[in-house]
């Protein structure tokens, strides 16, 4: 996971300066042109996003029943149109009888949440220590750099196992988990830009008209380091949503009753042979979510690549 | 000519199925849940741990294991007699020895429990405490007598000398583990408990803690011997796994099958379960000791709340058994179930709560996720009917035991029947120095000791069972505990083995001894 987001993103390298001159658009003759370089699947993908993301927005209002509200008479009942299905429940009932729909939106609520939450903190974290790095350089550099490394060297689920024993398993504690899972991926690229970017003309004018450092990063830099920062920020949000998933579905994400997608793979896991559409349901919804937060995220890193845009 | 080879090829080929499937029926392999850390019967109280015990060891007294009723059998004791209220003498069996080749000797008798009552150990100690609290010695009369004496009249002699943890070891390799060979040192136990040693039919050859366990047949065993060369027993923690191992036929028998997991194995015409209500109780209990907690009108109010049949109907299919009281029909003349100690009444409970002056704090409920049978589900269940009558609750699923933290208020547990008494059940739990008052979540007033004594000493029947319904209605007035239900234990198996559990044994034991258990070649 984490070698192939280094590999999709340290691709999205950026050439400087990061303004391409516009090419002239040809004009069109139609009332609506399918934007260039828009294929199908990335239309698809942002398309499926959307639902995606208005069903969790929504979910309160969409759901039928309360996601942890129990009929424990009315347990394992199958979709519709399977035999024993109760009309009321779409997707059938879990193995308590709570309304799989139900758990189903609220857990696609959570689970975005998670990630995007994750995503923000590992984004702050990763970023700043990288400017800090690459700004400074020194020991700081080198201090920054050896935590990137230990952190880079440590498989992220034992500590998260280590976290989460000490800490315990409360919804802040995940979140600060997933924060924590690849800021140093944000930092390794964020400092590689930087050192690129410090030696161009422009930031050396900017030094030389006795800009400071504050003014250097926030004005020359960051705003030159966007683009492959948001490619990686979109490639962690689908690993962080399949990491919040293997952490609930090994029972240390989110506690019980409440619904990620991933606690109820983990919990239905034994209802495989016998009730499988408790696992199968937000399985499918997993796979959705990442796959269309995958496509964008590879879009985007086409889009914004100027050698690739160029090829 | 070809028709003589065909027919010597054809010859060769059945008999060779034919010897290969008689080998295959002298192993038997099971895929278990959980595996013991260790194994020594003196120190282990584990649901785990009771599964292996019974096929290495044996106890002074046996029991048939066929019947719920108390019927002793000679074991490594052929005859005994209570000579007085205190005291009881056992002939002890000749010839028998150990799995080492040792001969067992009634210096081995006194070792075994006097390494317990007069426990130098601190895990020994706590089984003194909750078990063998009465007994004060043990002493060789002679070369094939040994006398055990009860500091008061003991009307359980027999019940006691036929427990797991009186089940007999081996003195002189026990000693000679570590250290000093003459002396018994805590290092020789931890040692023991890694490699044991019985007198059982089967010899244990490999035990993997947390893993994996390898039986032989001892061919030295004194009674009937072993029907399998070999038995291993293997870790499958997950329930899938267990599944697809039965199927692939990877093993022949696999144990703790949810019900609603029985259609899966039921439909498969190589499989079949087989099952029956445990001598044991989910329960739920209370840290009394927690000032948050310490009002009993609060734990009466979330004992009433709970609904045990609707749990035993959704969870279990109706197979377990709901409980009036604290008592299993194993108990004999003691079995009460004409008791009304725990009852479902959700008026009364929101009723209750006003009175505690409940003001809306989180009840912290801990659970295991996986180790009890539908745990985590009753747990989840419990949380939304606490939540119906206005209690606030926060699960929380931890792998720790949590029992003997002072910040506990609730989690589950399991009440097993250590023996066929009320006090080898409730006893163990919840007398005045059982195992709950060791852990300090529960306290014995003076009127609870008085009558805990009368009700465990007496040697009369009726007081005793006066005794035992007037502490039952203490624990109602002021709860601890409230047993959820007694499971359905369930285990999937090859249709060619002949296993089922057995009423007279504690609960989990997997008896493999001889007439409990065959499998046919095909």
Known sequence: ?311 | MLKTLLKTALAAALATTALTGLAAAQELKVGVQNMAPWLDPGRDFSNVGSQFYFNAFDPLIGKDANRAESVWQPGIATSWKQVSPTQIELKIRQGVTFHNGDPMTVEDVVFSFDRIINSTFPPYTVRKRDTLPNMAKVEAVDGETVRITATKPEPLFETLLNVQQGMIVPKKYVMALTGDPNVAEPSDFEAFALKPVGTGPYKITEFVPNQKLVYERYDGFWGEKAPFQKVTVQRIPELSGRLTALKNAEVDLITNIPPDQLDTIASDAKLKVEGMQTPLFHVVIFNTQNPKMANPKLRQALSYAIDRKTLNEALWFGKAKVPTSHTFAQFGPLYMPELDTFEYDPAKAKALLKEAGYDGFPIRFDTQAAYYTNGLLAAQAIQEMWGAVGVKTQLNVTEQWTGSEPAMMARNWSNPMYFPDPAGSFGIMWAPTGNSASEGRFKADEAYIALWEKFRYSTDLAERKQAYAGLMQMIKNDPPVLPLYQPYESYGMKRSLAWRPLPGHIPYVLDFRAGRVTLAAR
């Open chain 1, 1 to 311: 996971m984490t070698d192939i987001l280094d590999a999709k993103v340290l691709d999205a390298n950026i050439a400087f300066p990061p303004q391409p001159k516009p090419r002239a658009q040809p004009q069109s003759r139609r009332r609506f042109a399918w934007p260039k370089g828009v294929s199908i699947l990335v239309a698809g993908a942002a398309l499926l996003a959307l639902i995606l993301v208005l069903l969790a927005l929504f979910a309160p209002a969409l759901a039928p029943f309360e996601p942890d509200q129990q009929k424990l008479l009315a347990r394992l009942r199958p979709p519709i149109g399977f035999e024993r299905a109760n009309p009321a429940h779409w997707f059938g009932t879990d193995q308590l009888g709570r309304d799989l729909l139900s758990r189903c939106l609220h857990g696609l609520r959570l689970t975005l949440a998670l990630a995007l939450f994750g995503t923000l903190i590992g984004l702050a974290l990763g970023v700043s220590l990288g400017l800090v790095a690459g700004l400074f350089g020194g020991w700081a550099d080198a201090l920054i750099m050896g935590f990137v490394d230990i952190m880079l060297s440590l498989p992220f689920t034992l500590v998260a196992l280590l976290v989460i024993a000490l800490a315990g398993t409360d919804v802040a504690v995940l979140i600060c988990v997933l924060g924590i899972a690849y800021w140093a991926h944000f930092a390794r690229l964020v400092r590689a830009q930087v050192l690129g970017l410090r030696e161009l003309p422009f930031v050396e004018a900017a030094r030389a008209a006795g800009a400071t450092r504050w003014h250097i990063a926030t004005v020359h830099m960051i705003p030159n380091i966007v683009s492959p920062i948001v490619v990686m920020a979109s490639l962690n949000f689908s690993n962080l949503i399949l990491l919040e998933s293997a952490l609930s579905f090994l029972g240390l994400g989110v506690q019980p009753p409440t619904a990620t997608l991933g606690s109820m793979v983990g919990q239905g896991r034994d209802y495989m042979a016998s009730a499988s559409w408790i696992v199968a349901v937000p399985a499918l919804l997993i796979v959705l979510v990442s796959l269309a937060a995958m496509l964008l995220g590879d879009f985007l890193r086409d889009h914004l690549d100027v050698r690739l845009r160029e090829r």
